[in-house]
């Protein structure tokens, strides 16, 4: 057994030890990158991020940045490669080489299927929203519209000021309102609309962005202690003057009613407004079967495959591309500046009832269903236990994703080639 033939076998630590003497700065970020998935699964584990979609992300980013070969199967980046996803494959200009490299690549790469036929054109995040839409009670947004939509806004603060930032990077308008859209903090709309703008950034764009909705959910609660003090965080809801039961039938007229207005008016982005309140819609049907399947092997199934699809594709030559390099700071940016906003739409309503309302349930308005509205009760929680703002804070959350629906189809029926 030559040294020669050990290389070749474990090709992951030769690839690694080349790195070193030829390209120092990737080999670092190599183990980096390793190290932050194994972060990511002790995280999820631990609780302080999501588990559904951190867990499955970090394992898969760990796993694809160590398992580094001496080659691509179809010789598309003329490097290293990995058996796991061919994001460019059937990306030239020429159909019929297209068809050839995915047939190809589907023979090899085992997550390529999933890759072609449900990520790279938008169907896992329409299955997402389904599952969520399932789960939402619109309820909370029609006991008080004016309110939750006002927060929900505000709160995509972070979206309307990326936009022109990530102009001045260099960035076309097409891509500076994909990456904006992660101020949003919805998950399936940043997939949705990079793919309609931006395509050849989708894959950066979208790692990026839940890699950063994971942080935010153990990032939120710093800054909302940071902007709000304690005598504020106690703040206890006023109860309703007149409390009346929404019916089933009521939401579901929403739904139906919201579904066709909102695509009446922003085609483009139709299939994931029908996709989420087609969830809400099979919600308040009382059909048991669908419910079931939506909330239960849909959404579940569509989770575990986005999070081990982010993580695959977060290999160190995407990231460490120079182009993606300002996504890092425009990303962390759009949901730091959108945070601010709900929040500061908070003080506005906390003005305007004379001190009745509690500030921390503006974070609720950045749309990353249910985790903000959690958020900001848990935060509430540990300064006063008695202070219930979660129905006030899902109402934000909703609308939330409302608005940035809004917003997505605004920029793909204006920028769209």
């Not at 995915?102 to 790469?109: A, E, G, N, P």
């Not at 997402?128 to 029609?142: E, H, P, R, S, T």
């Not at 790692?207 to 709000?228: D, K, N, Q």
């Not at 500046?337 to 500061?344: A, E, K």
Request: aromatic content about 10%.
């Amino acid at each position: 057994m030559t040294w020669d033939a050990l290389a070749n076998i474990f090709q992951g630590v030769t690839t690694l030890i080349q790195s070193f003497s030829q390209d120092p700065k990737m080999a670092i970020a190599r183990i980096g990158l390793i190290g932050l998935g194994l972060l990511l699964v002790y995280m999820g584990k631990k609780g302080y991020l999501e588990a559904l979609l951190m867990i499955p992300m970090g394992l898969g980013m760990a796993t694809v940045n160590a398992a580094l070969m001496f080659f691509d199967p179809l010789k598309l980046h003329g490097g290293t490669g990995t058996l796991f996803v061919e994001a460019q494959a059937g990306a030239t200009a020429d159909a019929v080489k297209n068809a050839a490299e995915v047939m190809t690549v589907l023979q090899i790469d085992w997550l390529q299927p999933i890759y072609t036929f449900t990520f790279s054109n938008g169907l896992i995040a329409c299955l997402v929203f389904m599952g969520i839409g399932a789960l939402l009670d619109v309820g909370y947004v029609m006991a008080r519209p004016f309110q939750s939509m006002f927060i929900a806004v505000l709160a995509e603060l972070g979206t309307i000021i990326t936009f022109p930032i990530a102009q001045l990077f260099g960035y076309t308008p097409q891509q500076a309102a994909a990456i904006a859209i992660v101020g949003g903090a919805d998950g399936p709309m940043v997939l949705f609309t990079s793919l309609r703008l931006a395509p050849e950034l989708f894959v950066p764009i979208a790692v990026i962005a839940y890699l950063y909705l994971g942080f935010a959910y153990g990032g939120y609660p710093y800054l909302i202690r940071l902007l709000v003090p304690k005598k504020l965080l106690a703040i206890k809801p006023s109860p309703a003057k007149k409390k009346r039961n929404i019916t089933s039938g009521e939401k579901m007229l929403f739904a139906v009613v919201a579904c066709v207005f909102l695509s009446f008016l922003l085609p483009v982005a139709a299939p994931l407004i029908f996709s989420l309140f087609f969830g809400v819609v099979i919600r308040e049907s009382g059909i048991k079967e669908f419910i079931e399947l939506l909330q239960g092997p849909i959404l579940y199934a569509s989770t575990m495959f986005l999070g081990l699809m982010l993580g695959v594709l977060c290999d160190v030559n995407t990231i460490m591309d120079p182009k993606v390099l300002p996504l890092l700071l425009l990303g962390v940016l759009s949901l730091l500046i959108s945070g601010i906003g709900g929040i500061l739409a908070g003080y506005i309503l906390y003005f305007i009832t004379r001190g009745k309302f509690n500030p921390a349930i503006g974070i609720a308005g950045v749309s990353c269903v249910p985790t903000t509205a959690k958020v900001a009760q848990k935060v509430v929680t540990k300064v006063n236990k008695s202070a219930i703002i979660l129905p006030e804070a899902l109402g934000a959350n909703v609308s939330g994703v409302i608005t940035t629906a809004i917003i997505a189809g605004i920029f793909c029926s204006l920028l769209a080639k």
